[in-house]
Each structure stands twice: as C-alpha cells, then as structure tokens.
C-alpha cells in the first residue's frame, strides 16, 4: 500500500493497524523511519499502545530489545539485514516505510529501493509518503516489483493554510500582512507594492525604497498580536537561529508566564542532566536556557541531542512560542506550529545559493496548523527585493512535486547481488529498480524533444549554405583572426579606434538605424581583449547596446548633446528629451564622410594604419576578407545560422546522450561496477573472494576504498585512539568549501594517512576509466578531535578552541562509531578488529553517549 496525504493528515493510522494486525497474527512489524530521532519518536509511540515487552528500537545508537515481535528501525539497519538473510527476519509479515519519498535523496536514498526490492516475497509493505503529484507512479512501480498494490491519495490538508505575505511600508513604518492568493491568483494590491520597489537585475548595491524585510523581533510581536503563535520560524543558517534568540532576549521580550518559566527549567533539566557542569559550560548552557525559558529557542543541526530534545518537548507542551529552526526540523519530527514563517526563499547549498523547490516549500509549510487545535494554519513568507512577488506566488499555488530516483548500484549492493543471486536474476532485479522504471517513461519525451531538436537543425545548416562559398569556412577564417588577438580586418581596428574616442553626449549614425541611424551616446564601457560597448539611445527613445560589429566603417561624432538633469538614463522622460535633441541635430553630416575622408588612426585623418603586432592574424584577417561568402549580402545571416546550428548540435548531441543512458540499463551500470571489483580482487567470476566478503558487509559511502584499507593492512599496528582518528578521515566531511591544514597526533598517523590518499588516487582513476562515479576523496580534518576524545581528554580541550558546534562533534563521533563497529567485525586482523572495537567504546562516554540514550 502506497499512502500519500499531507502532513498532520493521520496517514499514520494506517501504519498501526499493520502493526496491530502483526501482533494479532503472532507475525512480526519492522517500522522503518529514515533519521534515528524519528525512530526514537515512533519507538515511544508504539511503547505506549503495545507496552516495552512487544516494541525494540534498532538504530546506530541503540539496540533495545531487537528480537521483539514490533521492531522500529532506520531503513539502512533493515537494508543490512536483509543483504545479511539475518535470523531476525523470520516471522516478518509487515514493513513500514516511514517517509519513503526519502527515496530521492541523493545519498541514502537507493536504500529504500533496496529494501522495497529485496524485502521478502511474503512481506507486505507500508509506504507512508507526503504529497507528490506522482504517487499513483510509485504504486504502478511497487506493484510491477511486489504484486497487488494500492494507492492512497489525499490532497486536502486536514488544516486549512492561509498563505501570507508580510512586508515592511517605509510611508507609514507600519509591517503589511497581506493574503498571497486571492481566488487562487496571486494578490493584485500585494504584487502592485511589490512592482514599485523591486530590485532590478542590474543594480549594484543594496535597494532602498518603499518597502523593507521586517526585523525578527517585528516578526514575533506581530504575530504574537494576531494570536498567530506558536510558530516555527526558518531560516537557513544554523548561526542566524542563534541569532534570532540572542536578537529577542536583547530586545527583553518575554513570551512566557513565570508558571511556564518553571516547567521549561524543570524539562530542560531533565534533558541535559546526564552531561556534565564542564560539558554544559562548553555548551554555553546558560544563554541557551535564558532563551528557552523566555519563551524562544533554535533547532539545528549544530545542536547536541539533548538540547534539540528538550526544545522539541517544551514546543510539543507549548511552552516555547517561537522555534527559529533550519530545514532539518521539516523532516518528520512531530512539531506542528499554528504558524510557519519563512524568512527568504532561497538557501545556500555549500556551493551556492539555491530557490526552494515546490517540495520543499510543502515540507515546510506542512507544519502549520495543528490538528485538533487550530481550525486554520498559516504560511508567512517575508519580502525581499531580490525575489518577486509572482514567485512567491507560483510557490504557494504549487502544492505537489514529483518524487525521482537516485538509485545506483554501488559497490556493496554488487557484491551483495553476487553473492545471493545468479547473474541473471541479479540484473533483472536492478532493472526492477524505481529509477529504471521511470527512465523507461521518459524515453518517449525525450525522443519527442530530440526530434524536434534535430528537424530545427537540419533548418539551421540549410540557412547557413552560401551559394558563394562555404560559410564555415569563412567563419573559421574569422574566428582564426580574433584568435590570434587581432580584429578580423584593418578596418575594424579603425572602428575600435575610432570608438575609443567617443564620449557620452555624442551623436553618431549607426547603419540600419531608423529616423536617419542617429543615436546618443549614454554611456561607454570597456571590455576585457580590448572590446567596448556603447549604450545610446535612439531619435524614438530606444536604448541600444553598440559594438564595433555595427559599423562598416569608423564612426565620427557629428555634434554634442546637452543631457537632462540629473542624469537618468532608465527614466521615460530623460530618454524623451534626449531624443527630442537628438531629433533637432542637424542631418547635413549623416554619413561618415561628412567627418574626415579615409581612415582615422588616432584621431588624425590619412595617418597610415598602425602595424599588426601578428603576421599570421594578418593573413587570416586578408584571408577572411577575400573570401567569396565575404561579398554575400547574406553573409552575416549565413554566420547566424551557423552559430544557431552550433547549438542545436549540442543539443541534439544532449539529447542523444540522454535517450541513451535511459536505454542503458542500470544493469549495464552494474556490469561497469563488476569490473572494477573484478580488477581489484573482489570477485572472481560470479563469486566473492575473501575481500569481496568482507566488502558485502561493509556499509558505507566509501565502501570499496575501506574494504581495500583493510585487505592492505593500512589500519593494522594502530593504538585505539590512533584507530578511532584513522578511521574518521571516510566519516566525516568539511563543511562549506575549502580544506584546512590537518594536524595528526602521531607520525604513523601521518604516514598511514599518505598511504590512503594515494590509494584514494588509484581507485578514482579506475572509476573514470569505468565511467563510475568516483568515491569522495577521505577527509582527515576531524582525526585530531577523534583522537583526543578516544583519548580521555574533557569536550573543552576537544572543541574549546576548534569552530565546531557541539552537535557536529556528537553528530560525527557517532558516525566514527558506526563505522569503527563495522571495521570490528570485517577486520581480517584479529588484532586490528580489537582496536576498532575498543576504539568505538572508548568514543561512547560524555556528551556522546548523553546523547545516544533514547529520550522518553
């Protein structure tokens, strides 16, 4: 069953009774869930309906009861125990796959797949989905893999969201809040505010007008006046949400009552009460407390678990009014608000800023409004003058988007097909995948769009033949000219030269122009190869852009015009005026040799021509002009053509390529991944070899760059700590852009990471000559605090000083956990199998294993 609706609509129900029914059959229900704090969430849930007995949690952090009849879980622990055939599967009736549209994240989402694949024949599953405009195409897909499937679709959200817009107005320094739809379209009075003082694309600086972006604290009094809290507010940037609590508690806003003040200590208390004074103190406890307890908090990713628990529980009492949170609080956690603001709509990805998606301004949106509680939601977004209103608009009237695969054979899913399926059957199975089923639709518009692509073509080089001579011949010749850093004759030397020299105000005659080719010059601008552009306007108030290709010959000044003032090129009536002068200019000196006669070099009519700096651009340049297609009054359509050509040749050639890798089974892919096992060892024909065993039961990201790690012995001979610090270089990754220096605490560590790298070298050539993606090169920026930690030094000597938050050091050490668990039990090494596993244990205490306990 495929369950589709939206946030808060009770799609849940449909889980529990599968759970219900496994109970009652005496079978057994795994409830999968893609982050561990909504494993833990759900655990408690179904603790509290089916009592500790029946329910066990399994996650990274924790093992609770696992052989228990009702099991939460991450989907990657199922995954693993189904490429395993784990004894824990017996019984299995029931699957529910938590928020299975994760199933397009670029980096964890091909598990889901997997499990939907895999998953025993006699297994039914549950796929819990938010609202996507394609969910029937799932279910088609489900049913094609797994047999009988039903889709369950519901549209209307079981709050109603009003979709606001809210502007500061300078004219009466009073905050806007206006309906962004009216009657579904966009709001006439909102979008006309916004056309007055929207920044235009080729401003510098930062605008001023008539409106503004209302501050936060403005935000939260406006709201709190309109009874509009409790709210979660977004903003996408973990340093901005501390921000915005400091920026409330400054400004002495209280959204608290002393009672609640009371309640929200003793939670908060109850939270942190495994971490230490030292840890609390490194964790800057009290400032966060003041903001908790004044009503306002943050929820990031840069938080430690038991500071986001604490948070999550006073908004679900309704005791915080106001969460300033980033994106990852939209992911499952249940934490509705009566309001939902967004401050912009766009976030920065790592690499550059990006606009929300319709998907993602429905996740976030999807929180507004709580069931039961408020008859309506609301959903703010702030102005800004880099986004337009009818933006903002399109957002809020898209509800829907379509869920996509990112499915890929990997090298643990290869080496897990070898070893548990012949090869025919492996390769139907990776063609039963999500992503192939789609690419399979999509063959037929693409080849639609292909060709259309290649019918324009074949007009495009029919409009490029010159009965003259050959067009691209000429061009060649053209191009060679510039290239070799001249213009492409004598005489468009002169028309630079003659260009340098005009100044704003001056009148020249353009060829083709109308009203006599008269413009005025507005304003000139130097280009990079000694290229300049002319801005001027035209005797009927057009503004143009001038280059040296519209003149056949050197331009001359033919007068002076005096501008309007103050200078205001984009004002209407500026522009009038100055055509109305430019009219009155005398038409007696219309052509060019009404200024000189001959050539201009230098402002000095007859001086002969500067040489060529190059003899070869001379030759192409003569060449080019003598050319037959020269003389063809069409020469220049010709080139056009040619150009346009050009790019429909890229095009088709995309397109092709496209249709192709559609056609290319993801089985092919599979094959490519084969061969590079093959070349390095891990399988030998249709079967593992030793270090293809070990690989199957490795997972991980850098799957294959670990296995081979360790079959060269590079993690042997390490200390625990040494171990924990080695092996954090494939877990953790930098954030934003940009490498630090990496400091390591002993030379063997140096020495070992050398070897890694180079080895990282090899294995990324492999991939590019397979045409595989390649594995993310090891990051050793994080093996210092590792080794510090596994050490037994205090958090303040472990981050005091380092730019890391507190919830990136939890967050990463429990991933270095994860992993060094795995390397305990694939080591080939007894010896080095121990270091993993004691190192894993001496990571665990602290702040770490604080915030592994599952909280209630």
């Given at each position: 069953?495929?369950?589709?609706?939206?946030?808060?609509?009770?799609?849940?129900?449909?889980?529990?009774?599968?759970?219900?029914?496994?109970?009652?059959?005496?079978?057994?229900?795994?409830?999968?869930?893609?982050?561990?704090?909504?494993?833990?969430?759900?655990?408690?849930?179904?603790?509290?309906?089916?009592?500790?007995?029946?329910?066990?949690?399994?996650?990274?952090?924790?093992?609770?009861?696992?052989?228990?009849?009702?099991?939460?879980?991450?989907?990657?622990?199922?995954?693993?125990?189904?490429?395993?055939?784990?004894?824990?599967?017996?019984?299995?009736?029931?699957?529910?796959?938590?928020?299975?549209?994760?199933?397009?994240?670029?980096?964890?989402?091909?598990?889901?797949?997997?499990?939907?694949?895999?998953?025993?024949?006699?297994?039914?599953?549950?796929?819990?989905?938010?609202?996507?405009?394609?969910?029937?195409?799932?279910a088609d897909w489900i049913r094609t893999v797994r047999g009988a499937t039903t889709a369950v679709i519901e549209e209307r959200r079981p709050v109603d969201l009003h979709?606001?817009?809210?502007?500061?107005?300078?004219?009466?320094?009073?905050?806007?809040?206006?309906?962004?739809?009216?009657?579904?379209?966009?709001?006439?009075?909102?979008?006309?505010?916004?056309?007055?003082?929207?920044?235009?694309?080729?401003?510098?600086?930062?605008?001023?007008?008539?409106l503004f972006t209302p501050r936060r604290v403005e935000v939260v009094e406006l709201l709190a006046e309109h009874e509009m809290l409790p709210a979660i507010y977004f903003?996408?940037?973990?340093?901005?949400?501390?921000?915005?609590?400091?920026?409330?508690?400054?400004?002495?806003?209280?959204?608290?009552?002393?009672?609640?003040?009371?309640?929200?200590?003793?939670?908060?208390?109850?939270?942190?009460?495994?971490?230490?004074?030292?840890?609390?103190?490194?964790?800057?406890?009290?400032?966060?407390?003041?903001?908790?307890?004044?009503?306002?908090?943050?929820?990031?990713?840069?938080?430690?678990?038991?500071f986001k628990e604490a948070v999550e529980a006073c908004f679900a009492a309704g005791l915080v009014k106001v969460v300033f949170a980033t994106e990852t609080l939209s992911?499952?956690?249940?934490?509705?608000?009566?309001?939902?603001?967004?401050?912009?709509?766009?976030?920065?990805?790592?690499?550059?800023?990006?606009?929300?998606?319709?998907?993602?301004?429905?996740?976030?949106?999807?929180?507004?409004?709580?069931?039961?509680?408020?008859?309506?939601?609301?959903?703010?977004?702030?102005?800004?003058?880099?986004?337009?209103?009818?933006?903002?608009?399109?957002?809020?009237?898209?509800?829907?988007?379509?869920?996509?695969?990112?499915?890929?054979?990997?090298?643990?899913?290869?080496?897990?097909?070898?070893?548990?399926?012949?090869?025919?059957?492996?390769?139907?199975?990776?063609?039963?995948?999500?992503?192939?089923?789609?690419?399979?639709?999509?063959?037929?518009?693409?080849?639609?769009?292909?060709?259309?692509?290649?019918?324009?073509?074949?007009?495009?080089?029919?409009?490029?033949?010159?009965?003259?001579?050959?067009?691209?011949?000429?061009?060649?010749?053209?191009?060679?000219?510039?290239?070799?850093?001249?213009?492409?004759?004598?005489?468009?030397?002169?028309?630079?030269?003659?260009?340098?020299?005009?100044?704003?105000?001056?009148?020249?005659?353009?060829?083709?122009?109308?009203?006599?080719?008269?413009?005025?010059?507005?304003?000139?601008?130097?280009?990079?190869?000694?290229?300049?552009?002319?801005?001027?306007?035209?005797?009927?108030?057009?503004?143009?852009?001038?280059?040296?290709?519209?003149?056949?010959?050197?331009?001359?000044?033919?007068?002076?015009?005096?501008?309007?003032?103050?200078?205001?090129?984009?004002?209407?009536?500026?522009?009038?005026?100055?055509?109305?002068?430019?009219?009155?200019?005398?038409?007696?000196?219309?052509?060019?040799?009404?200024?000189?006669?001959?050539?201009?070099?230098?402002?000095?009519?007859?001086?002969?021509?500067?040489?060529?700096?190059?003899?070869?651009?001379?030759?192409?340049?003569?060449?080019?002009?003598?050319?037959?297609?020269?003389?063809?009054?069409?020469?220049?359509?010709?080139?056009?053509?040619?150009?346009?050509?050009?790019?429909?040749?890229?095009?088709?050639?995309?397109?092709?390529?496209?249709?192709?890798?559609?056609?290319?089974?993801?089985?092919?892919?599979?094959?490519?991944?084969?061969?590079?096992?093959?070349?390095?060892?891990?399988?030998?024909?249709?079967?593992?070899?030793?270090?293809?065993?070990?690989?199957?039961?490795?997972?991980?990201?850098?799957?294959?760059?670990?296995?081979?790690?360790?079959?060269?012995?590079?993690?042997?001979?390490?200390?625990?700590?040494?171990?924990?610090?080695?092996?954090?270089?494939?877990?953790?990754?930098?954030?934003?852009?940009?490498?630090?220096?990496?400091?390591?605490?002993?030379?063997?560590?140096?020495?070992?990471?050398?070897?890694?790298?180079?080895?990282?070298?090899?294995?990324?050539?492999?991939?590019?000559?397979?045409?595989?993606?390649?594995?993310?090169?090891?990051?050793?920026?994080?093996?210092?605090?590792?080794?510090?930690?596994?050490?037994?030094?205090?958090?303040?000597?472990?981050?005091?000083?380092?730019?890391?938050?507190?919830?990136?050091?939890?967050?990463?050490?429990?991933?270095?956990?994860?992993?060094?668990?795995?390397?305990?039990?694939?080591?080939?090494?007894?010896?080095?199998?121990?270091?993993?596993?004691?190192?894993?244990?001496?990571?665990?205490?602290?702040?770490?294993?604080?915030?592994?306990?599952?909280?209630?």
């Amino acid at each position: 069953m495929v369950v589709a609706a939206p946030t808060g609509s009770g799609k849940t129900v449909v889980a529990q009774y599968a759970v219900a029914r496994a109970l009652e059959e005496g079978r057994k229900a795994f409830y999968t869930t893609p982050l561990k704090a909504l494993s833990n969430q759900k655990y408690w849930e179904l603790v509290r309906r089916h009592g500790t007995e029946n329910v066990g949690l399994l996650t990274g952090d924790n093992s609770v009861n696992g052989t228990a009849p009702v099991v939460v879980m991450t989907t990657e622990v199922l995954r693993n125990m189904i490429y395993a055939s784990s004894a824990t599967l017996d019984g299995l009736r029931y699957v529910v796959l938590d928020e299975v549209h994760y199933l397009q994240n670029a980096y964890r989402g091909p598990v889901w797949e997997e499990v939907i694949i895999h998953a025993q024949a006699g297994v039914d599953l549950v796929c819990l989905s938010a609202t996507v405009s394609n969910a029937e195409e799932l279910a088609d897909w489900i049913r094609t893999v797994r047999g009988a499937t039903t889709a369950v679709i519901e549209e209307r959200r079981p709050v109603d969201l009003h979709d606001l817009y809210l502007l500061g107005d300078r004219s009466s320094e009073q905050l806007l809040l206006m309906a962004t739809l009216v009657d579904g379209r966009p709001n006439p009075e909102a979008a006309a505010l916004d056309s007055k003082t929207l920044r235009h694309p080729g401003m510098r600086g930062r605008p001023r007008g008539r409106l503004f972006t209302p501050r936060r604290v403005e935000v939260v009094e406006l709201l709190a006046e309109h009874e509009m809290l409790p709210a979660i507010y977004f903003i996408f940037s973990r340093a901005a949400c501390d921000d915005a609590v400091a920026q409330c508690l400054r400004e002495g806003k209280r959204l608290t009552t002393a009672e609640e003040r009371r309640q929200i200590r003793a939670i908060a208390e109850d939270h942190v009460e495994p971490l230490s004074d030292d840890d609390l103190a490194v964790l800057d406890y009290g400032a966060w407390l003041s903001g908790l307890e004044a009503g306002y908090a943050a929820h990031h990713a840069g938080m430690v678990p038991p500071f986001k628990e604490a948070v999550e529980a006073c908004f679900a009492a309704g005791l915080v009014k106001v969460v300033f949170a980033t994106e990852t609080l939209s992911l499952g956690i249940n934490m509705p608000a009566r309001t939902v603001v967004i401050e912009k709509l766009t976030k920065f990805t790592g690499e550059r800023h990006e606009f929300l998606t319709p998907g993602e301004y429905t996740q976030l949106t999807g929180r507004a409004g709580r069931r039961g509680i408020d008859e309506v939601g609301y959903a703010v977004v702030l102005w800004s003058p880099f986004v337009p209103f009818d933006q903002i608009a399109g957002l809020a009237g898209a509800r829907t988007y379509a869920l996509t695969s990112s499915f890929r054979p990997t090298y643990n899913m290869a080496a897990n097909l070898v070893r548990r399926y012949p090869p025919d059957e492996a390769h139907h199975l990776l063609n039963l995948s999500f992503a192939q089923f789609r690419a399979d639709s999509d063959v037929v518009r693409l080849e639609t769009q292909l060709d259309r692509s290649s019918a324009a073509l074949r007009d495009a080089r029919q409009a490029a033949r010159c009965d003259r001579g050959d067009a691209e011949e000429y061009r060649r010749l053209i191009r060679a000219a510039e290239e070799t850093g001249r213009p492409r004759s004598p005489q468009s030397a002169e028309v630079i030269s003659a260009l340098e020299r005009i100044r704003p105000g001056d009148v020249l005659v353009v060829p083709g122009k109308h009203n006599g080719g008269r413009v005025a010059v507005l304003s000139t601008r130097h280009r990079r190869g000694g290229d300049i552009r002319l801005r001027a306007v035209t005797a009927d108030r057009k503004v143009v852009m001038l280059s040296p290709r519209d003149f056949d010959v050197a331009p001359v000044a033919l007068g002076r015009i005096r501008f309007p003032v103050p200078y205001a090129p984009n004002n209407a009536g500026f522009r009038r005026q100055v055509a109305s002068s430019l009219l009155a200019t005398r038409a007696d000196a219309a052509g060019p040799e009404a200024g000189h006669e001959g050539p201009v070099e230098d402002g000095v009519p007859g001086a002969p021509r500067r040489p060529w700096r190059s003899d070869l651009a001379l030759t192409h340049a003569l060449a080019a002009d003598n050319h037959p297609v020269a003389a063809c009054p069409d020469a220049r359509a010709h080139l056009r053509a040619l150009d346009r050509a050009d790019r429909l040749a890229r095009d088709v050639e995309r397109l092709q390529r496209r249709v192709k890798g559609r056609i290319e089974s993801l089985a092919r892919q599979f094959d490519r991944v084969l061969r590079v096992l093959e070349a390095w060892g891990y399988v030998d024909g249709w079967s593992l070899t030793e270090s293809g065993s070990r690989l199957a039961r490795t997972y991980h990201e850098s799957d294959l760059l670990i296995a081979e790690c360790l079959a060269q012995g590079l993690l042997d001979g390490l200390g625990d700590a040494e171990m924990a610090a080695a092996v954090s270089v494939f877990t953790y990754e930098s954030r934003g852009q940009g490498e630090g220096s990496a400091w390591f605490p002993t030379p063997r560590l140096r020495h070992r990471w050398n070897a890694i790298n180079q080895l990282v070298g090899e294995l990324n050539a492999a991939e590019d000559d397979a045409g595989l993606p390649l594995t993310r090169v090891p990051d050793p920026g994080f093996a210092a605090l590792a080794y510090a930690w596994a050490e037994g030094e205090d958090l303040a000597e472990v981050i005091g000083e380092e730019e890391m938050s507190g919830g990136d050091f939890v967050r990463n050490v429990k991933q270095l956990i994860d992993l060094l668990r795995q390397v305990g039990e694939t080591a080939p090494a007894s010896a080095t199998a121990g270091a993993a596993r004691r190192a894993a244990e001496q990571l665990m205490r602290g702040v770490v294993a604080a915030s592994s306990v599952v909280p209630t």
